[in-house]
């Protein structure tokens, strides 16, 4: 994903962004509020899998990564 960001215009371009941003709305909260630290480990298969599926959307443009972002930093309270 950092590979296309800047093509896309996309809001983040780092790895950790990325993975906040899928990993949040896997979960529908901050991942950190539902997993423990480090979610690749701890993380339940379903919500990994359910991240992987909204980073693919993203990448063939099916799903709004600004969006899923916005989200994202919501749930955050920023």
Do not use: I, V
């Given at each position: 994903m950092p590979a296309a960001a800047r093509a896309r215009s996309w809001p983040v371009r780092l790895d950790h962004?990325?993975?906040?941003i899928l990993l949040d709305n896997a979960a529908g909260q901050a991942w950190r509020e539902a997993i423990a630290p480090p979610?690749?480990?701890n993380a339940p298969d379903a919500l990994l899998?359910?991240?992987v599926r909204l980073?693919?959307?993203?990448l063939?443009?099916?799903?709004?990564l600004a969006e899923l972002n916005h989200r994202?930093?919501?749930m955050r309270g920023k």
């Open positions: 962004c990325f993975q906040r979610a690749y480990r899998a359910k991240a980073g693919e959307a993203a063939a443009g099916e799903a709004d994202s930093l919501a």
